[in-house]
């Protein structure tokens, strides 16, 4: 089992920077990947960048430039920062875990980025 909070959103003003912080707990030694996801009012969720065990990363097109995925090992986090944010990047960000084929999930926070 892996839990996972995350923290950091809150309401900024466009043109802004935000890190968004995702605590990892429980059986973390066996998390093949952790990626960041969001989901806008009325639409699905979807993928922003996943970091892997050995550090790789990659990002969905639409994310590419203005988002950045990291993790810090020792404290086990990862981290999404957002420079500079949208009005269009408001949405609840979801951090999620893959661990032996298996999906876990926060319970999200909420980003609202004023213009």
């Known amino acids: 089992q892996v839990q996972l909070v995350e923290s950091g959103g809150g309401l900024v003003q466009a043109g802004g920077s935000l890190r968004l912080s995702c605590a990892a707990s429980?059986?973390?030694?066996?998390?093949?990947?952790m990626a960041w996801y969001r989901q806008a009012p009325g639409k699905q969720r979807d993928v922003l960048a996943r970091?892997?065990?050995?550090?790789?990363?990659n990002y969905v097109e639409s994310a590419q430039g203005r988002f950045t995925i990291s993790r810090d090992d020792a404290k086990n986090m990862v981290y999404l920062q957002i420079n500079p944010l949208k009005p269009e990047d408001t949405a609840v960000y979801y951090c999620?875990?893959?661990?032996?084929?298996?999906?876990?999930w926060g319970q999200g926070t909420q980003v609202t980025v004023s213009s």
């Open positions: 999620n875990s893959l661990r032996l084929g298996t999906f876990y």
């Open positions: 429980g059986s973390v030694d066996s998390i093949n990947r």
């Open positions: 970091i892997y065990r050995d550090g790789s990363t």
